[in-house]
């Protein structure tokens, strides 16, 4: 498949791409802004207006070839009419919420880290109204989407955030499955998945199945 890669920043949309192409399939990309902090601002104060960039990016992937948009964003995906923007977009769009949405009946209690408040937010949302009986818990960190934009060691990372403490504190509070809600953070999922004794839940591989059986 060719596939069209819609993310926040320009670092993230190329980690889509890599995982797209490292998985066999050609890709392109679009990022909405042009960092982080920039990213974070339009989802919070401009969602209009970010949605008719997502949606003007998608429809030029589509105008050259994209059989499917991989939207590589866990808070793009919470902060804008999504529903709207499959609506507009002529092939089919998987975000990391779809999969959370699918999975959550296998989970009671979930954690998660995400980009900022209102992408954990809508996290908790999406899971909520899947499974109403699960408790969904975890913490925005846009000052770790920032280290990893400026290619800061993942283990240096790791420690400095003192990564393991929190996981180690979501464990204590009874988690089943760690969520990694930003696509940044696959960028630190060694460290993580050697330091907490529960499953890590990265949606990258399932949005891929999604897209490749309903193309």
Do not use: W
Not at 10 to 27: I, R, W
Not at 97 to 106: E, F, H, Q, S
Not at 189 to 200: D, F, H, M
């Amino acid at each position: 498949m060719k596939l069209g890669v819609l993310a926040g920043t320009p670092v993230d949309t190329q980690m889509g791409v890599d995982y797209v192409v490292s998985k066999g399939h050609e890709a392109m990309g679009f990022a909405c802004s042009k960092s982080a902090p920039e990213q974070n601002e339009m989802q919070i104060l401009h969602k209009e207006e970010l949605l008719q960039i997502a949606i003007n990016g998608c429809l030029d992937m589509v105008k050259q070839g994209a059989e499917g948009i991989y939207v590589y964003c866990n808070s793009l995906s919470g902060a804008i009419d999504i529903d709207r923007l499959k609506k507009e977009v002529p092939v089919c769009v998987v975000t990391p919420l779809d999969i959370y949405r699918m999975c959550a009946g296998n989970y009671k209690r979930l954690s998660v880290i995400a980009a900022n408040g209102q992408s954990l937010a809508a996290i908790e949302r999406t899971i909520l109204n899947a499974n109403p009986e699960c408790v969904v818990f975890g913490a925005g960190l846009l000052p770790l989407v920032v280290e990893i934009e400026e290619a800061t060691a993942p283990q240096v990372i790791y420690d400095s955030f003192q990564l393991k403490k929190l996981t180690d504190s979501f464990v204590a509070i009874g988690c089943d499955a760690f969520i990694l809600g930003c696509t940044h953070y696959p960028y630190i999922e060694k460290e993580i998945t050697e330091g907490i004794a529960v499953e890590v839940i990265n949606p990258s591989d399932l949005m891929l199945e999604y897209l490749e059986q309903n193309k």
